[in-house]
């Protein structure tokens, strides 16, 4: 199957956004999930050439001179394993390379599959608002 990796939301909508936050007790809605993608300074989708449908993304925000952050990295459950989750990081750091750092928080089983591409362990310290967890207008 062909992905096409793209970086705009041309032609993307909710519809096409389903099945993401997987774990998430209070997941965002495909509708707000769109929203953050469209208000984040650089992303990077994963698209399933025979449906359209994304089945991997990545976002990053940044003040555009010195930093950027990761909040967000997903690949579909049924895609996993197919190395899209690593280009998906390598297409969003080559687009941030003027920059000094790109930051992200992770757990540690993940952090293998960061340093693979170029990231290294630092110690972080995050606030998490639960009841704001789907990014809906009103907290839950
Ligand atoms: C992390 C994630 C994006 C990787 O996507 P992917 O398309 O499977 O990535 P790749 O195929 O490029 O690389 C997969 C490798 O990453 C490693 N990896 C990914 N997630 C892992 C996890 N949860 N635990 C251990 N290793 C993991 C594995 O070593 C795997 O190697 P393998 O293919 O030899 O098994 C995907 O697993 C995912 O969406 N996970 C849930 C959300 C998440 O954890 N996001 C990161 C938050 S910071």
């Known amino acids: ?23 998430w007790p209070d997941p965002p809605s495909p509708a707000t999930h769109r929203r953050l ?14 449906t359209g449908s994304v ?16 909040p967000l990295l997903e690949v579909l459950p049924a895609w996993r394993g197919r190395g899209i989750g690593s280009e998906l990081v390598r297409r969003l750091v080559a687009r941030l ?15 293998p599959f960061y340093e693979r591409l170029g990231f290294v362990r630092t110690t972080g310290m995050a606030i998490r608002r639960y009841d704001r967890q789907s990014g809906a207008d009103e907290p839950r």
């Not at 089945?55 to 990761?70: K, P």
């Not at 920059?99 to 928080?105: F, H, P, S």
Request: proline share 3%.
């Open 1 to 23: 199957v062909a992905i096409r990796y793209v970086h705009e939301l041309d032609g993307i909508g909710p519809a096409d956004l389903e099945g993401f936050f997987e774990g």
């Open 55 to 70: 089945v991997g993304f990545v976002t990053a925000v940044t003040d555009g001179v010195l930093s950027a952050y990761v």
């Open 37 to 50: 993608l469209a208000s984040s300074a650089e992303i990077v989708l994963a698209v399933d050439d025979e």
């Open 97 to 111: 390379e003027s920059l000094y750092a790109i930051d992200l928080t992770c757990d540690p089983n993940v952090q």
